[in-house]
């Protein structure tokens, strides 16, 4: 069974769509490190990609495509880096993970599913065809643990939970549209861990074990390089440990 270590020997691009964001510019580079040829995709990149304007998702994978059939390149790997937790929302209010129902709010809610489930189920619309049909390929999806339901036994962070639990249905369905149409394709949800970057930097508690981005991104990498088809549609952790749903 071909692995993605072998994939990434031929030349393909790999994309990293929140390239930009913590975890995304150390994956970024440490795929560089590797020789890798990369593309980082942010808010501001050019192409520009933002969740919360769905035009841009369909323009930016049409760049993509331009691009790759113009330098007849295969895109072999597909990671989204991207995530929302905390911050300022589309419509302008700002939202914090909720202590209790008592906090649910509509614009954090919707804001939390356009950035951790739409953005992600629009950029599978529109970046997954550009997967190669034959050979191994990726498309990795950053979770979060706290996303898994089965795991779930502290309770509040509704929005981003749900959010993310959303996402993770949303990989396993396109994992099985997408081995239809390459059986050595991979699609998976990803768990960084807890990792130094500006989305857990107000939460990161003593004890908790607090990686640097470039730690994790090691990490990543080589768990990627390790799936093989067969694992598809999974969850995994930075160890490549299963999370349960
Ligand atoms: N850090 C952790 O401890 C931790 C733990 C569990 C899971 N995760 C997950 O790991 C992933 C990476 O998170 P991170 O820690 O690197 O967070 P981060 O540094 O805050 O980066 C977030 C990324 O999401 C992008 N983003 C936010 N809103 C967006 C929007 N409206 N449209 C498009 N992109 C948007 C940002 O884009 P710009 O660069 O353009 O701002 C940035 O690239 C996320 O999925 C997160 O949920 C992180």
Same mark, same amino acid.
């Given at each position: 069974? !071909?692995? *993605?270590?072998?994939?990434?020997?031929?030349?393909? *691009?790999?994309?990293?769509? @929140?390239?930009?964001?913590?975890?995304?510019?150390?994956?970024?580079?440490?795929?560089? /490190?590797?020789? /890798?040829?990369?593309?980082?995709?942010?808010?501001?990149?050019?192409?520009?990609?933002?969740?919360?304007?769905?035009?841009?998702?369909?323009?930016?994978?049409?760049?993509?495509?331009?691009?790759?059939?113009?330098?007849?390149?295969?895109?072999?790997?597909?990671?989204?880096?991207?995530?929302?937790?905390?911050?300022?929302?589309?419509? @302008?209010?700002?939202?914090?993970?909720?202590?209790?129902?008592?906090?649910?709010?509509?614009?954090?809610?919707?804001?939390?599913?356009?950035? !951790?489930?739409?953005?992600?189920?629009?950029?599978?619309?529109?970046?997954?065809?550009?997967?190669?049909?034959?050979?191994?390929?990726?498309? &990795?999806?950053?979770?979060?643990?706290?996303?898994?339901?089965?795991? !779930?036994?502290?309770?509040?962070?509704?929005?981003?939970? &749900?959010?993310?639990?959303?996402?993770?249905?949303?990989?396993?369905?396109?994992?099985?549209?997408?081995?239809?149409?390459?059986?050595?394709?991979?699609?998976?949800?990803?768990?960084?861990?807890?990792?130094?970057?500006?989305?857990?930097?107000?939460?990161?508690?003593? @004890?908790?074990?607090?990686?640097?981005? /470039?730690?994790?991104?090691? /990490?990543?990498?080589?768990?990627?390089? @390790?799936?093989?088809?067969?694992?598809?549609?999974?969850?995994?952790?930075?160890?490549?440990?299963?999370?349960?749903?």
């Amino acid at each position: 069974m !071909n692995t *993605l270590q072998d994939a990434v020997e031929k030349p393909g *691009l790999s994309i990293v769509l @929140g390239g930009t964001g913590g975890l995304g510019a150390a994956l970024v580079q440490g795929l560089r /490190e590797r020789g /890798e040829t990369v593309l980082a995709i942010g808010r501001r990149t050019d192409p520009p990609l933002n969740f919360t304007q769905p035009a841009s998702i369909a323009a930016c994978a049409q760049r993509v495509a331009d691009e790759l059939s113009a330098r007849g390149q295969r895109l072999q790997r597909l990671i989204v880096a991207t995530g929302f937790l905390h911050g300022g929302t589309a419509s @302008g209010s700002r939202a914090e993970p909720e202590r209790s129902w008592q906090h649910l709010d509509a614009d954090a809610l919707a804001h939390s599913f356009a950035v !951790n489930a739409i953005g992600p189920a629009l950029v599978m619309r529109h970046f997954l065809p550009l997967l190669p049909r034959q050979g191994p390929c990726l498309a &990795a999806f950053f979770s979060a643990r706290v996303g898994s339901i089965g795991d !779930n036994a502290l309770g509040g962070w509704y929005a981003y939970r &749900a959010s993310k639990a959303a996402l993770n249905q949303l990989v396993r369905t396109a994992s099985i549209e997408l081995a239809r149409r390459n059986r050595e394709s991979l699609c998976v949800a990803l768990h960084p861990g807890t990792v130094d970057t500006p989305l857990s930097q107000p939460f990161a508690k003593t @004890g908790l074990t607090v990686r640097s981005p /470039e730690v994790a991104a090691a /990490e990543l990498i080589a768990v990627m390089d @390790g799936l093989t088809a067969s694992q598809t549609g999974g969850f995994y952790d930075h160890q490549g440990q299963t999370v349960p749903w």
